[in-house]
């Protein structure tokens, strides 16, 4: 293996930060850096300073993922929200009820699927563009 060229008294790099991270991020980490035959800190600095030498992409990055999370957390909400509106259905059907709000439900329930459907569609989009 050929030994890297070292840097210059005025180019070492002689600072050291620190982040934590959870065992996965770490073991992410970690695996990216082999795959890349870089040290974790070499890796850590080369994609920081990557980063940080495109701000407006890595904000704009920033925001989509903020957006997804946002989008995924309302879904599930939504979702839940509806589950138990099924239910409900369900129930009073099983007890031989008239349900009334029935076909609201089943609405509410394709609107919903609706709303997944053009998110992941929206979402694969910017993913296309973006690679």
Do not use: W
């Amino acid at each position: 293996m050929q030994q890297r060229e070292r840097l210059r008294d005025e180019n070492k790099r002689i600072r050291q930060p620190s982040c934590r991270m959870n065992d996965d991020e770490y073991q992410l980490l970690t695996r990216a850096a082999a795959v890349c035959n870089m040290s974790v800190a070499s890796f850590l600095a080369h994609a920081a300073l990557k980063a940080a030498g495109d701000l407006d992409r890595t904000a704009a990055e920033i925001a989509a993922q903020r957006e997804i999370h946002n989008e995924l957390f309302a879904l599930r909400r939504h979702l839940g929200h509806i589950g138990n509106n099924v239910n409900q259905v369900a129930k009073a059907t099983n007890f031989g009820a008239d349900v009334p709000y029935a076909e609201a439900v089943l609405g509410a329930v394709q609107r919903a699927t609706q709303r997944v459907d053009a998110f992941i569609q929206h979402y694969l989009n910017t993913e296309t563009r973006a690679g």
